[in-house]
């Protein structure tokens, strides 16, 4: 059974930039596909990035393509979100969650395991 902390969250300015990472314990981390979610207040949870067991396939939402990059270093059983040109909007709660399953899922319902989140807050 995996476990899963995040940390790298805080306060930026429109357009910087963040970096997430995810470090999971417990279980095989090679054998689970990741994923990376986000929660603003009052909104439902919604998929952001995710990352295949090796790492050769990825999965991105359109509101962040070309601005994250999700990858992985399966020795240090982590995966990372690295997140540029931030901008308003992508101010949330991030959570990141881990699947057994050999595709890369967007929907929440796919996932086994889930961190406890990291605040983003990107102000304008």
């Known amino acids: 059974q995996a476990q899963l902390v995040e940390s790298g969250g805080g306060l930026v300015l429109s357009g910087g930039s963040l970096r997430l990472s995810c470090a999971a314990s417990?279980?095989?981390?090679?054998?689970?596909?990741v994923g990376w979610f986000r929660q603003a207040p009052g909104k439902d949870r919604e998929f952001v990035a995710a990352i295949s067991r090796g790492g050769a396939n990825t999965n991105y939402a359109g509101s962040v393509e070309g601005r994250f990059t999700i990858s992985r270093d399966n020795a240090k059983n982590t995966v990372y979100l690295q997140m540029n040109s931030l901008k308003p909007e992508d101010t949330a709660v991030y959570f990141c969650a881990a699947t057994s399953a050999i595709v890369v899922p967007t929907t929440t319902d796919s996932y086994d395991y889930w961190g406890q989140g990291t605040q983003v807050t990107v102000s304008s």
């Open positions: 417990g279980g095989i981390f090679s054998r689970y596909a």
